[in-house]
């Protein structure tokens, strides 16, 4: 990094002619680095994490052009907010380029076919859950899953119509889904 030149620091920093660049990088992060953080979290719509990396690479690049800022004090602020703006930019189209994240599911706790006690908890756990569901939900869980009938067949057994079943389905696993997940949560 090449030193910048005292007597462009001194009008920023207060005049002291041993001013080092570390204090005008200073002065610039204490001044500026709440409002670019508050600029950047509305930029990015909320999202806090990512505009605190962005301040950060905002100030290296102000680091790295530490020189032609101290020659122009006026001109720092409206050069932070375009860095700033443009960083965040680049993050964003970073993003979007690159393919979504996704959750690889912890080997260890697959269980293998053969495992007889995990079908047995399991088992156990289903049934379980099924007594807090209401009976409604219940019987057409059995008929769908248990017996293994078709829509039709299941309208025909429980005596309502077959947009009933698929809607008492839909609603059954997701309340059978949710009372196992209290379940395995106490």
Same mark, same amino acid.
Request: proline share 4%; hydrophobic share 60%.
């Given at each position: 990094?090449? %030193?910048?030149?005292? +007597? *462009?620091?001194?009008p920023l920093v207060g005049g002291d002619a041993g001013t080092a660049p570390e204090a005008l990088m200073r002065r610039i992060h204490e001044e500026y680095r709440a409002p670019l953080? /508050?600029?950047l979290t509305r930029l990015l719509l909320g999202q806090q994490e990512l505009a605190e990396d962005l301040v950060q690479e905002t100030f290296l690049r102000t680091w790295r052009h530490l020189n032609t800022l101290a020659a122009d004090p006026q001109r720092i602020a409206p050069w932070l907010y375009t860095?700033? /703006?443009?960083? %965040?930019?680049? *993050?964003l189209r970073a993003r979007q380029s690159r393919p979504p994240e996704v959750s690889i599911p912890d080997l260890n706790r697959l269980t293998s076919p053969e495992d007889e006690m995990e079908r047995v908890v399991s088992t156990h756990t289903v049934r379980l859950a099924l007594q807090q569901i209401s009976p409604e939900h219940r019987a057409v869980l059995i008929e769908m899953y248990y017996r293994g009938t078709s829509v039709a +067949?299941? *309208?025909?057994r429980l005596g309502i119509p077959e947009g009933t079943v698929k809607s008492r389905t839909y609603y059954a696993v997701r309340a059978l889904h949710a009372a196992i997940g209290s379940m395995e949560s106490t």
């Open positions: 990094m090449s %030193a910048v030149p005292n +007597e *462009a620091v001194g953080l /508050r600029f860095v700033a /703006r443009h960083v %965040a930019i680049d *993050a +067949e299941a *309208a025909q």
